[in-house]
């Protein structure tokens, strides 16, 4: 059975940092992801990063801000949070893919398992 347990989430001012994570196990994926979706709005791409070589992929919001990380070991990935402004606040999901074509990362629809989220609330 899959799962992915995201932890990490939490409050935190403008300014400051968080670092999510996001345990896998039941199989092995191709790439992992991070999304997330604020209140009435889509679920967003947010950074992505491939198993084996470990490519990493940003949206633009968070290029400089944000960094994704995996530990193979762990099987556990990483998003490291600094930077933060109220606008990252979200609840934040962890997803992974089974699929090769780095180039559709940034698309919810590569993913093929999701975490239930964690959320992050950044105060001004």
């Known amino acids: 059975q899959v799962q992915l347990i995201e932890s990490g989430g939490g409050l935190v001012q403008a300014g400051g940092s968080l670092r999510l994570s996001c345990s896998a196990s039941?199989?092995?994926?191709?790439?992992m992801g991070w999304f997330r979706q604020a209140p009435g709005k889509e679920r967003d791409f947010v950074a992505a990063?491939?198993?084996?070589?470990?490519?990493?992929f940003y949206a633009d919001s968070v290029k400089g801000r944000f960094t994704i990380s995996r530990d193979n070991t762990k099987n556990t990935v990483y998003l490291q949070m600094n930077s933060l402004k109220p606008e990252d606040t979200a609840v934040y999901y962890c997803?992974?893919?089974?699929?090769?074509?780095?180039?559709?990362?940034?698309?919810?629809?590569?993913?093929?398992?999701w975490g239930h989220g964690t959320q992050v609330t950044v105060s001004s």
């Open positions: 997803a992974a893919s089974l699929g090769r074509r780095v180039s559709r990362l940034p698309q919810r629809s590569e993913y093929d398992y």
């Open positions: 039941g199989r092995t994926f191709n790439a």
């Open positions: 990063i491939t198993w084996s070589g470990g490519s990493t």
